[in-house]
C-alpha cells in the first residue's frame, strides 16, 4: 500500500484489522494499534490506535519512506503491516542561478 504526500502536506490514514481470507478480523481486547515511522514524518495515532494523521513537514526530503502499523490478536500473537508514503518536491515556482568564474 502506498500514498503520496507533498512536503508541507497531511492526511489521515485509516486501518481495518483483517484476517487471512480479507475479513474483518478481531483484535485482543487491551490491544491498541501502534505505529511507527521514520523521524522525517510527523505521525499522530487516535486515542484507539485505528487511524493516524501522517503529516510531512515542509523541509523533508523527497523520497519514500515505510511506516509500520503493530495490532495484538486475541491470541495474544503480535503482527505488523506496513504502508509507504512517498514524499513529492514541491512543485517549481522560479529558477535559481550559478554563476562561474569571471574569465
Known amino acids: 500500500m502506498n500514498t503520496n504526500i507533498n512536503a508541507g502536506q497531511h492526511e489521515v490514514i485509516t486501518i481495518t484489522p483483517l484476517d487471512a481470507d480479507e475479513q474483518p478480523g478481531a483484535l485482543h481486547d487491551d490491544s491498541i494499534p501502534s505505529w511507527a515511522g521514520p523521524a522525517v514524518l510527523v505521525i499522530t495515532p487516535a486515542m484507539d490506535g485505528l487511524s493516524a494523521d501522517v503529516a510531512v513537514p515542509v ?33 517549481a515556482t522560479h529558477f535559481g542561478f550559478g554563476f562561474g568564474p569571471v574569465a
Open 59 to 91: 523541509a523533508t526530503t523527497p523520497g519514500v519512506y515505510t511506516v509500520n502499523v503493530t495490532g495484538q490478536a486475541p491470541s495474544a500473537a503480535t503482527f505488523t503491516s506496513s504502508f509507504t508514503v512517498t514524499v513529492q518536491a514541491q512543485p
